[in-house]
């Protein structure tokens, strides 16, 4: 993996349940990252933001946003719990159209052009091994008086092809990502990037020109939890105690296997339903301003 850019640092968000342990730096909700779309049909074209996180972090109280100031230190944003819309289908994703003065803060975001899809998979030949990374919040180490969102790094280890059960029963379509996703890093954005040089089976006209130069990298998906073990408590000399006791005498252990819900299921969330109805009532706004007041001709 090569080093990668400062931005994808800076698109990360933390999210905290309140305005006081947000500036306290506690270690206590999850994270986010911001996406952006570009108006369609203006004169003058801006950028719409959104925050981006799992349904179940918001669900759980960590709404209010956490953002890096341009002059340093923190600053805290709090969103209403009904500014948040949740995927239709039941998938652990959670959008809210933000709004701050872009020059007091230093951030990034993700292009909504710049997601994976079922096509790109297919014209990739995405898989496998394919090298990948999550940028968010390390909670043992955030970042107390700025965010400091970390990277980890590794690889797809599953495609989404039979989904995960949650611990609400819902069947969440996931990838497997060996990026040792921890409690804290719930929300994060995951990437996926193409190295140079990397051969590509079953793909036509796969020229020279293509090999020598990366692609991506390209939102994979969000990072929704971890996949865990029960290991039975042992004693002393390392043997299992009572093999058949209940999971209350067992050990959770963290697989280090990220589940990431395909950005695909981000993209219908922010593309349909009432974030792009929102968007479409904005754009006719504007142009029913500039009909009814033209701009006066320069003389």
Known sequence: ???????????????YPDARSAEAGER???SGFLVGIMSEGLPTDFVFLYAITNRHVIERGSRVLRMKPRDGGIDVLDLDERSWVYHPDGDDLAACLVSFDPKAYKFSFVWRRDFVDKNLVADMNIGPGDEAFLVGR????????????TARFGCIAQMPNEPIVQDTGFRQES????VRSIGGYSGSPVFVFIPPASLREGIKDWVPLKIMRGHGPWLLGVDWGHINDWEP???????PVNQTAPKAQHVKMNTGMAAVVPAWKLAELL??????????????????HHRLNPPSPVV
């Not at 390390?138 to 969102?149: A, D, M, S, V």
């Not at 990838?175 to 060996?178: G, I, M, S």
């Not at 593309?271 to 029913?288: F, K």
């Open 1 to 15: 993996m090569p080093r990668i850019r400062d931005t994808y640092l800076d698109c990360v968000i933390y999210l």
């Open 28 to 30: 206590v909700g999850g």
């Open 138 to 149: 390390f909670i043992n180490h955030e970042g107390r008086q700025q965010n400091l969102p």
């Open 175 to 178: 990838f497997l990502v060996e």
């Open 233 to 239: 408590i042992q004693n002393e000399r390392g043997e």
């Open 271 to 288: 593309d349909s339903g009432p974030l792009a109805e929102y968007r479409a009532q904005i754009v006719a706004g504007v142009l029913e």
